[in-house]
């Protein structure tokens, strides 16, 4: 069964720090994995997408990581800003018709002042 | 930008009732989803259509139904209503593959009541 999970599923740190959110997966055959950012009663808005070949891709103060052998992807956020209080959805794609998706349960980042 | 819109972003329906939720986009996508996202569980799929009059049940379709007659317009439809439907409803569109790239409405929070 396909399965998406995320670590830790909630984290509060101080504006300015950096954090780092983990994304482990079982999606096969894998496709892609992307990274949303999700504010409270929003749409999830994607941050970054990334295939089989590639290992990193940044987005800003955001900066994700891939290491498809060992499933895993992280999620670094740099300099974080209070607009980045949101969750955090990791998603991975399987080689499938239709772009269905697998979801992790989100992080949920609380940035205080 | 592509834009994803659904018609209500809060709903109050009773034990019973039939609700119609619409979801619109405008950038001409062949895909369209429709997602329910309850806290701990992360987003579900509840069905998606790769074209007009397609639909494909996806992981929880019971109780839900669809319909797609226009490209745009992509509706979900809860034939009696039921409290433990009361839940976050995300509607989605991407483009074909090899796109991957999935774009969210702003979701509407239902209440069965």
């Known amino acids: 069964k396909n399965q998406v999970e995320q670590s830790p599923q909630s984290l509060i740190i101080l504006e300015g720090k950096n954090c780092t959110l983990q994304c482990n997966y079982t999606v096969s055959p894998f496709s892609n994995l992307r990274w949303y950012k999700q504010d409270t009663g929003r749409g999830p808005v994607s941050l970054t997408i990334?295939?089989?070949?590639?290992n990193t891709k940044s987005n800003g103060r955001y900066t994700a990581t891939l290491d498809a052998d060992t499933k895993q992807s992280s999620l670094h956020i740099t300099a974080s800003q209070l607009s980045d209080s949101a969750s955090y959805i990791c998603?991975?794609?399987?080689?499938?018709?239709?772009?269905?998706?697998?979801f992790g349960g989100g992080t949920r980042v609380l940035v205080k002042p | 930008d592509v834009k994803v819109t659904q018609s209500s972003r809060y709903l109050v329906k009773r034990t019973g009732e039939k609700v119609f939720l619409e979801c619109v986009q405008d950038?001409?996508?062949?895909?369209m989803f429709w997602y329910r996202q309850d806290p701990g569980l992360g987003l579900r799929l509840i069905y998606f259509?790769?074209?007009?009059?397609?639909?494909e049940k996806g992981d929880i379709p019971e109780g839900y139904s669809v319909s797609r007659e226009k490209k745009e317009r992509f509706s979900l439809i809860l034939e009696s209503a039921s409290t433990n439907q009361t839940s976050m409803y995300l509607c989605?569109?991407?483009?074909?593959?090899?796109?991957?790239?999935?774009?969210f409405g702003p979701g509407t929070r239902l209440t069965v009541t």
């Open positions: 950038m001409d996508h062949e895909n």
């Open positions: 998603v991975v794609s399987a080689k499938a018709a239709g772009n269905k998706l697998t």
């Open positions: 989605a569109s991407s483009p074909p593959l090899p796109s991957y790239e999935q774009y």
């Open positions: 990334m295939t089989f070949s590639e």
């Open positions: 259509s790769y074209d007009v009059k397609m639909k």
